[in-house]
């Protein structure tokens, strides 16, 4: 922090506007911020509280009462909220200044951060080189702006990978915590069952940081955990916790699950994530090879699911009760309700959200609710049960106060973040895209997802640099409620790579 005595006011002024200008033209190019919290002062820091002094962004889809809630989208481009969301009136009370609101793919839609009304994130690593890549998405704009400087940490949400992907591609720490865990009141919907807000930070104590000041229950979040399962998940991840401190990993059991290591893998990728699992051994943990059979369905129920819940979730926006009305042109047929508000729908939403609305219609239509939406469902279960069988302790949302940590299974498991290094960005970065590319873009989820589906704590952290200099992120999963357990973790692998560069 820069601070200033009475003698060096006007000086101490001038470093914060070069500073200030610098920031805004930094923003310029990556487009990471739509707009800022420090410009009238709505949201300044306090110099009391467990996050004082910091800044942290916000994501468009997280309701601001002083800054507008676009959700990058048209549909809402002049949408204020008259709330704060829970998360941004804890960070206020926290003593965190708000830095402004980030650039998203619509809705929350998106793996590359391109399906966007104010356009494309730019990744900050390749700034010096002018080479344009994604920053990921769809919480690309909160991983950017603290990449880039521009805020100390950022709020994302996560549904399939959001704040994990673009972690991964900006080499920053990115945390999704356990589904209930911290409140979703507030935030636009997506997809419900899925929905998780997150923090990116530049390291992984920042990141606890944050966290701990956000995972409080609250009564209005219908989907919160109750605090009697978050107490006894607490107790069942105290011993592994604190046979952590200190940095030592002896006896911490680490899964390896065959499945998150696919054909598409780059090599680099699998060279970096070698060398932290090796780092940990060297520091005592045990690896374990581990199978969850369930994983390669995992990408197809998850779209399925996702999209079928935001085709519900966004049938309000009709122009009428919700949303950017345009108006029919003259002669249009009135006798339909849909003939009114299918003008609005069409111009409010982008290619990628008809997109999902489209598939989820589909996946919850009479002909094709039990092929589609139930068999998802069912992998879902699955899922859920192959990280419940490869973990030594219980889930606290079905375990009783009796349940006791076994000696088999893991503590945590271990994968790559992405299957590759960023993208480059599409030449014509305008959010519109062929039907290849847009497959190519779902199949970045391919190794976030199933954390996702089972509403485990996941964080991806920092591993290195692949064979095109660009970052690498290796993630943690743990058992419902460790989220401190996987934070810790990702500590461990900071320190492991501060003696690597020593």
Not at 211 to 239: G, I, M, N, Q, W
Not at 342 to 358: D, N, Y
Not at 366 to 377: R, T, V
Request: hydrophobic residues 40%.
């Amino acid at each position: 922090m820069l601070s200033c005595s009475k003698s060096s006011i006007l000086p101490c002024t001038s470093i914060l506007r070069r500073r200030n200008a610098s920031l805004q033209a930094t923003n310029a190019v990556v487009n990471a911020l739509l707009v800022s919290g420090n410009l009238d002062g709505s949201y300044p820091a306090s110099p009391a509280g467990p996050l004082a002094g910091m800044s942290i962004a916000v994501k468009d889809n997280i309701c601001t009462k002083s800054l507008p809630t676009t959700c990058s989208s048209r549909m809402l481009e002049s949408f204020s909220s008259p709330f704060d969301a829970t998360v941004v009136s804890l960070l206020s009370r926290g003593g965190a200044g708000i830095a402004g609101k980030a650039n998203c793919d619509e809705f929350g839609m998106g793996s590359l951060n391109v399906h966007s009304a104010h356009g494309p994130v730019v990744n900050p690593f390749g700034l010096a080189s002018g080479e344009r890549r994604s920053a990921g998405g769809s919480s690309g704009g909160s991983a950017a702006a603290v990449a880039a400087g521009l805020c100390d940490a950022a709020l994302g949400t996560d549904t399939g990978g959001s704040v994990r992907l673009p972690a991964s591609y900006c080499g920053i720490v990115g945390l999704k915590p356990s589904y209930g865990i911290v409140s979703r009141w507030g935030v636009v919907s997506f997809a419900d069952s899925l929905d998780c807000v997150g923090v990116l930070a530049r390291d992984a104590s920042t990141a606890k940081r944050v966290h701990r000041v956000l995972a409080t229950y609250d009564s209005r979040d219908p989907t919160a955990a109750p605090p009697h399962v978050r107490e006894r998940a607490a107790k069942l991840h105290t011993d592994r916790l604190s046979s952590l401190k200190g940095g030592q990993l002896t006896g911490l059991r680490i899964g390896i699950p065959q499945e998150y290591f696919p054909t598409e893998l780059e090599s680099s990728v699998i060279d970096s994530v070698r060398r932290v699992i090796n780092r940990l051994r060297e520091k005592g943990a045990i690896l374990v090879p581990i199978s969850l059979p369930s994983t390669p369905y995992a990408l197809s129920a998850y779209y399925v699911i996702s999209s079928a819940e935001a085709s519900s979730n966004l049938a309000r926006y009709d122009g009428i009760e919700y949303g950017s009305r345009v108006e029919p042109p003259p002669g249009a047929n009135f006798t339909k309700t849909a003939n009114v508000y299918a003008h609005t729908r069409s111009r409010g939403f982008g290619k990628e959200v008809q997109r999902r609305i489209l598939l989820g219609a589909y996946a919850l239509s009479a002909d094709a609710f039990e092929n589609y939406f139930l068999k998802a469902q069912r992998v879902r279960s699955l899922i859920k049960a192959d990280f419940d069988r490869a973990f030594r302790i219980p889930n606290a949302l079905h375990a009783s106060q009796h349940n006791a940590p076994s000696d088999q299974g893991v503590d945590v498991i271990m994968h790559p973040s992405a299957i590759q290094t960023a993208p480059l960005l599409p030449d014509n970065a305008t959010g519109s895209s062929s039907d290849a590319s847009s497959l190519d873009a779902y199949v970045q989820d391919v190794l976030t997802v199933p954390a996702s589906l089972a509403g485990l704590p996941a964080l991806s952290v920092p591993a290195g640099q692949g064979s095109d200099g660009w970052p690498i992120g290796v993630s943690v999963v743990g058992q419902w409620g460790s989220d401190e357990l996987v934070l810790a973790v990702g500590e461990a692998i900071e320190g492991c790579q501060a003696e690597d560069t020593v």
